[in-house]
Nanobody, 121 residues
């Protein structure tokens, strides 16, 4: 099992910045992909950004140029730097990792508990 602990959410004014962190611990041999997703009230969960173990990133069109995903492989931690925040970025943000417990294990997906981001004046 893998445990994910998120931090960094909160209330911010439009145009402001926040940095989310997600630390993974437990039975980890390797982490293939780390990502951030979000879910606004009444909407489905959507992809925000992902990053592979090699550093390849992928972003939703709505956050390109404003958000930056990164990871520290030594710490099994990922980050989401969010700049120029808009009210429509308001949502619960969830971190996700796809990892292997052993070299021969099949990859498994794990989710964090979610952290609230509210963008409002």
């Amino acid at each position: 099992q893998v445990q994910l602990v998120e931090s960094g959410g909160g209330l911010v004014q439009p145009g402001g910045s926040l940095r989310l962190s997600c630390a993974a611990s437990g039975s980890i041999f390797s982490i293939n992909v780390m990502g951030w997703y979000r879910q606004a009230p009444g909407k489905q969960r959507e992809l925000v950004a992902t990053i592979t173990s090699g550093g390849t990133t992928n972003y939703a069109d709505s956050v390109k140029g404003r958000f930056t995903i990164s990871r520290d492989n030594a710490k099994n931690t990922e980050y989401l730097q969010m700049n120029s925040l808009k009210p429509e970025d308001t949502a619960v943000y969830y971190c996700n990792v796809v990892s292997r417990a052993k070299s021969w294990s099949r990859p498994a997906s794990y989710w964090g508990q979610g952290t609230q981001v509210t963008v409002s004046s």
